[in-house]
């Protein structure tokens, strides 16, 4: 059984950085694609950034160049370097674990961001 526990939310300026570490469970971690999602208030969630078991990543396009994703295969870990943050970009974040060529995956409980002056 695969488990997700995400951490290093919290509250920064805009422009602020921070840093969310998801912590992986269960076997496999190296094959799975991992992501990072998140969902604001009154909105869908929406993909952030994912990265596969070869270390591609991929970005939506409202984070490129301000955010990286990374992991940490001998750590189980993935994560979300978040740089010159917005005010929008408030939300819950959450990581994502999924097989390639699965349909679905698994979530994590998400890490509050609050991005506010």
């Known amino acids: 059984q695969v488990q997700l526990v995400e951490s290093g939310g919290g509250l920064v300026q805009p422009g602020g950085s921070l840093r969310l570490s998801c912590a992986y469970s269960?076997?496999?971690?190296?094959?799975?694609?991992m992501g990072w999602y998140r969902q604001a208030p009154g909105k869908q969630r929406e993909l952030v950034a994912t990265?596969?078991?070869?270390?591609?990543?991929n970005y939506a396009d409202s984070v490129k160049g301000r955010f990286t994703i990374s992991r940490d295969n001998a750590k189980n870990t993935v994560y979300l370097q978040m740089n010159s943050l917005k005010p929008e970009e408030t939300a819950v974040y959450y990581c994502?674990?999924?097989?390639?060529?699965?349909?679905?995956?698994?979530w994590g409980q998400g890490t509050q961001v609050l991005v506010s002056s």
């Open positions: 990265i596969t078991s070869g270390g591609s990543a």
């Open positions: 994502h674990a999924k097989k390639p060529s699965y349909t679905f995956g698994y």
């Open positions: 269960g076997s496999m971690f190296s094959i799975y694609t």
